[in-house]
């Protein structure tokens, strides 16, 4: 059974750091690309950044760019999100996803597995 299980999140205050991590299993990924998303109180799902297989291409919404790292360890099957100089407006369940494709998507319907989400709230 394919699962990808997210962690890290947790309430920070604005301007602070966390990193998320997203831990699969049950197959590997090291041939697939894998992203980020979130979904914050009454608002879509949008994608917030993804990788493709090798780790050598990244691609990012444009609000978090800059402040914003994915990466991923393949040996550990764990894609990461490192999020800096964090805002309010970044509050949201924030979504692990990882598609069967090598390069990366900014479309969450291309995406086969999904985790279940880790909160992030961000105080200001």
């Known amino acids: 059974q394919v699962q990808l299980v997210e962690s890290g999140g947790r309430l920070v205050q604005a301007g602070g750091s966390l990193r998320l991590s997203c831990a699969a299993s049950?197959?590997?990924?090291?041939?697939?690309?894998m992203g980020w998303f979130r979904q914050a109180p009454g608002k879509e799902r949008e994608f917030v950044a993804a990788?493709?297989?090798?780790?050598?291409?990244?691609i990012y919404l444009d609000s978090v760019r800059g402040r914003f790292t994915i990466s991923r360890d393949s040996a550990k099957n764990t894609a990461y999100l490192q999020m800096n100089t964090l805002r309010p407006e970044d509050t949201a369940v924030y979504y692990c996803?990882?598609?069967?494709?090598?390069?990366?998507?900014?479309?969450?319907?291309?995406?086969?597995?999904w985790g279940r989400g880790t909160q992030v709230t961000v105080s200001s």
């Open positions: 996803a990882a598609r069967t494709s090598t390069d990366a998507s900014y479309y969450d319907t291309s995406y086969n597995y």
């Open positions: 049950g197959r590997s990924f090291s041939n697939s690309a």
């Open positions: 990788i493709d297989w090798s780790g050598r291409n990244t």
